[in-house]
């Protein structure tokens, strides 16, 4: 079954740290992961995409990283700030006959000064 | 310069009403989607449009009619609304299907 999981589904952290956002997929065959970022009352933006060959990408204070043997893909934010404070979301490209996306169901992060 | 604008913002009406959604892409994008998110925020696609013509619709009742008259515009016509369509629908549009998308911000539907 194709499916998108996050982890953790919701996480708090203090003005300054770091912290890493976690998906798991199931989704076959994979065309490419993106992570968005979604602040409250707004649409989802993207970050990062990710294909098959790559195992990091930055943007910014953003930095993606993929492991496609294990299905893995994690989202760091260094230094965070109070802006970052968004649900971010995993979403996974299948490619068969057409492109279809699966959605994850997102990591609301707050972070507090 | 909204890339990708969507109205209203809030809709709040009675059950058994009809209303529709419009939305508009200035980014000459091929292909526009419509989206539900539920409570969960689980983001599940309704329908998607390249270049006017209907390419996914996925299992969402009859009383939900997509039009798209150019292919900057796809409106979202709802019939008989029902509680369980309180939700947030998103419009997006991308250059072809599984491209990056560029999401509205949301109208908020509200079935009272």
């Known amino acids: 079954k194709n499916q998108v999981e996050q982890s953790p589904q919701s996480l708090i952290i203090l003005e300054g740290k770091n912290c890493t956002l976690q998906?798991?997929?199931?989704?076959?065959?994979?065309?490419?992961l993106r992570w968005y970022k979604q602040d409250t009352g707004r649409g989802p933006v993207s970050l990062t995409i990710m294909t098959f060959s790559e195992n990091t990408k930055s943007n910014g204070r953003y930095t993606a990283t993929l492991d496609a043997d294990t299905k893995q893909s994690s989202l760091h934010i260094t230094a965070s700030q109070l802006s970052d404070s968004a649900s971010y979301i995993c979403v996974v490209t299948r490619m068969d006959s057409s492109y279809k996306l699966i959605f994850g169901s997102g990591t609301r992060l707050l972070v507090r000064p | 310069d909204t890339a990708v604008s969507q109205t209203p913002k809030y809709l709040v009406t009675q059950m058994g009403n009809d209303k529709s959604i419009k939305c508009e892409q200035n980014?000459?994008?091929?292909?526009m989607y419509w989206y539900k998110q539920d409570s969960k925020k689980f983001l599940k696609i309704m329908f998607s449009?390249?270049?006017?013509?209907?390419?996914i619709n996925e299992t969402v009742p009859n009383r939900f009619s997509p039009k798209s008259p150019d292919k900057a515009h796809l409106n979202l016509h709802i019939n008989s609304l029902e509680l369980g369509d309180s939700a947030v629908y998103f419009c997006?549009?991308?250059?072809?299907?599984?491209?990056?998308?560029?999401f509205g911000s949301g109208t908020q539907l509200s079935v009272l």
């Open positions: 449009y390249n270049n006017k013509e209907l390419i």
């Open positions: 998906c798991n997929y199931t989704v076959s065959p994979f065309s490419n």
């Open positions: 980014l000459g994008h091929d292909t």
């Open positions: 997006a549009s991308s250059w072809t299907s599984g491209e990056k998308l560029f």
